[in-house]
Nanobody, 116 residues
Framework: QVQLVESGGGLVQAGGSLRLSCTAS???????AAWYRQGPGKARELIAA???????NYADSVKGRFTISRDPTKHTVNLQMNSLKPEDTAVYYC???????????WGQGTQVTVPS
C-alpha cells in the first residue's frame, strides 16, 4: 500500500506560480509518478510524469511552464507551475505506480484556481 498526500494548491493570479508537492509513503525510486488534472466539466488528463529512473514527460499544454521533480530525501514528487493561465484551473492529482507490485495509487487531489 502506497499513500500519497498532496499539498500546495490554492488561488493564484494569471502569470503567477505555484508548487505542488506529493509525499509518498514508499521509496521514490520504486515508483513511476505523475501529475494529472481535471478541470471543470473535463476528463482527467495526464500533464507530467517522471519514471523511477528520473525520465520526465509533459503534455504539450504545460511544456515549458511546468516542471516535475522529486526529492528522495523527503519522499516527494513536486510540480513547479509557472506562468499559470486560467485554463490551468483544475483539481490536481498525484499518481504513483508501485513498480514491484504494478499497482496504481492516487492522492486526494488539490485545487488550483487561476481566475480569468
Amino acid at each position: 500500500q502506497v499513500q500519497l498526500v498532496e499539498s500546495g494548491g490554492g488561488l493564484v493570479q494569471a502569470g503567477g506560480s505555484l508548487r505542488l508537492s506529493c509525499t509518498a509513503s514508499a521509496n521514490i525510486f520504486t515508483i513511476d509518478a505523475a501529475w494529472y488534472r481535471q478541470g471543470p466539466g473535463k476528463a482527467r488528463e495526464l500533464i507530467a510524469a517522471i519514471t523511477n529512473l528520473g525520465i520526465t514527460n509533459y503534455a504539450d499544454s504545460v511544456k515549458g511552464r511546468f516542471t516535475i521533480s522529486r526529492d528522495p530525501t523527503k519522499h516527494t514528487v513536486n510540480l513547479q507551475m509557472n506562468s499559470l493561465k486560467p485554463e490551468d484551473t483544475a483539481v490536481y492529482y498525484c499518481n504513483a505506480r508501485h513498480i514491484p507490485t504494478m499497482r496504481d495509487y492516487w492522492g486526494q487531489g488539490t485545487q488550483v484556481t487561476v481566475p480569468s
